[in-house]
């Protein structure tokens, strides 16, 4: 029996989640001019720092509600999974154990009887096996959807958020190759609060306290 299929779990996981945030691009018109908390931009000063920004991916993933509620059902559906696969281990170990015991004991009335209870046992590893795999494809396909849709929701209020900000970039300082940045263009706790105006509360918390 091969042991426990190990499934991706996010935590910081999620961290592959966000892809979509390589490089957004928000162009808001040439004569507005830009501010966000302390910064203020306008085309006419040449001294003024430019108008992008970057957030720091992984406090955006480990803040944002969002990030949180799905890194939790991940968690939970990983947990159901494994408990599944440790029922059906803890039946075939069971199995084994009595037919080698029987073996043991010459307790099977005939040689055809013994290879009948044999194929079973193989029958159960290959259902256990198969199990295993369905659950580890059907935990890759959800955390997908739920990173498809993560991305697609952080891109749609950032284009909310820009509205008065009027950033003409917005990286992500994971993958987007940003060396070294100056703090006064980091904006994540920025974004994160308006995030998680726009979500709300944690709705895992919620759940649980319903219970």
């Not at 709300?200 to 219970?211: H, I, V």
């Amino acid at each position: 029996m091969n042991n426990k299929t190990q499934f991706y779990i996010i935590g910081a996981v999620l961290a592959l989640a966000i892809i979509g945030l390589y490089v957004l691009y928000f162009t808001n018109g040439a004569n507005s001019k830009v501010s966000s908390n302390s910064i203020s931009f306008d085309k006419n000063d040449s001294t003024i720092v430019l108008p992008i920004a970057y957030v720091q991916l992984d406090s955006l993933l480990n803040n944002y509600n969002f990030s949180k509620d799905i890194n939790e059902q991940l968690i939970r559906k990983e947990e159901s999974s494994r408990a599944t696969l440790n029922q059906k281990e803890r039946q075939f170990n069971a199995a084994a154990q009595t037919f080698q015991k029987n073996a043991q004991n010459n307790a099977f009335l005939s040689q055809e009887r013994m290879q009948q209870e044999q194929q079973r046992l193989a029958q159960m590893e290959q259902e256990y096996q198969k199990t295993a795999s369905d659950l580890s494809q059907d935990y890759a396909l959800e955390q997908q959807r739920l990173n498809i849709q993560l991305n697609d929701t952080i891109k749609f209020y950032l284009k909310e958020y820009n509205k008065e900000k009027n950033y003409h970039m917005i990286f992500t300082n994971v993958v987007s190759d940003i060396l070294y940045a100056d703090k006064k263009y980091d904006i994540t706790n920025s974004v994160i609060e308006f995030l998680n105006k726009k979500y709300g509360p944690l709705k895992s918390a919620f759940d649980e306290k319903k219970k």
